[in-house]
């Protein structure tokens, strides 16, 4: 009877690692499809550039630039970010600031479905994400690198 629970159990073990490990593969194969272009267009979005600053080319970060016209509220940055971390298979925001006025957010965070990842605080960070507001343009700027960005935001 011993034998035949432990067996059991071993086998249920087996099948939940089993789906654990074809989430990530399929998470990754998604996110490799979808990359930061069709996040962008999720979230509406309109993609300025992709990777133009050298520091960000020589560290190997992918980065992508793009706008919202007018200003957001520290709210809606934050579920700007947010969305954007899921758009990417699922990412969790594991740090994020915010100025006291709402011009800037950034939100750092890690997600399965990209493989490349910096250390960083003793935690694993992949994808990166700023929010900030040009009063001039009176636009809203969106900047989402991984597994940083290396560049002024």
Do not use: H
């Not at 990359?35 to 190997?60: H, M, P, S, W």
């Not at 994808?127 to 040009?134: E, K, T």
């Amino acid at each position: 009877m011993k034998k035949t629970k432990f067996m059991m159990a071993a086998a249920a073990a087996a099948v939940l690692w089993l789906v654990v490990l074809v989430q990530i593969f399929v998470t990754r194969l998604y996110v490799s499809d979808a990359d930061f272009t069709q996040a962008f267009a999720k979230n509406k979005l309109v993609v300025l550039r992709e990777n133009t600053d050298t520091r960000n080319i020589r560290e190997g970060n992918t980065c992508i630039e793009g706008q919202v016209v007018g200003k957001m509220n520290r709210d809606e940055m934050a579920a700007l970010a947010e969305n954007l971390f899921r758009s990417m298979g699922g990412g969790k925001v594991l740090e994020s600031s915010a100025s006291s006025d709402g011009d800037y957010y950034v939100a750092y965070g890690y997600t399965v479905g990209i493989s490349d990842a910096k250390r960083v605080n003793g935690k694993n960070i992949n994808l990166n994400v700023a929010v900030s507001y040009d009063e001039k343009n009176n636009r809203t700027n969106v900047i989402m690198g991984t597994p940083l960005i290396n560049s002024d935001f």
